[in-house]
């Protein structure tokens, strides 16, 4: 593949990740699931099962796990075409899909702040 293909692969993979990341850590269709999850890092007594269960909490853990099954699923190789190119595509493609998700944040918290201030305004006037 040549290197324009690859940076586009790159990208559309890490939307990929980006968004089954965000939607299993952050949105509320797995709450319960996340709930659970955060119940369970907090209590149980193995480090192992802590560490399980806060995979499905935290975004850039779970960026990592899906970018395995996506390489799976895939065979992307980024740079090179051999085992290596693995292990550059491992790094390369949850880095990207957590700046994706930080952008993404800070958006969605820029609204939310503009929301609120509207609803100050429409108090203020009488509007509501």
């Not at 952050?26 to 999850?37: G, S």
């Not at 560490?51 to 090179?80: A, D, M, N, P, R």
């Not at 939310?112 to 009488?126: I, P, R, T, Y």
Request: net charge neutral; charged share 25%.
């Amino acid at each position: 593949m040549d290197i324009s293909t690859q940076i586009f692969w790159l990208l559309i993979l890490s939307m990929v990740v980006a968004s089954i990341a965000w939607t299993v850590t952050q949105e509320e269709i797995f709450k319960e699931w996340r709930e659970f999850c955060d119940d369970r890092r907090n209590n149980c007594e193995s480090l192992s099962q802590r560490k399980f269960f806060y995979v499905f909490t935290c975004e850039y853990c779970f960026s990592h796990w899906t970018t395995i099954l996506i390489l799976l699923l895939t065979g992307f190789q980024l740079l090179i075409e051999d085992w290596r190119g693995y292990i550059l595509a491992f790094f390369a493609i949850p880095w990207v899909a957590n700046q994706m998700m930080s952008i993404y944040r800070r958006l969605r918290v820029g609204i939310k702040h503009e929301d609120l201030k509207a609803k100050v305004v429409e108090e203020k006037v009488g509007l509501s």
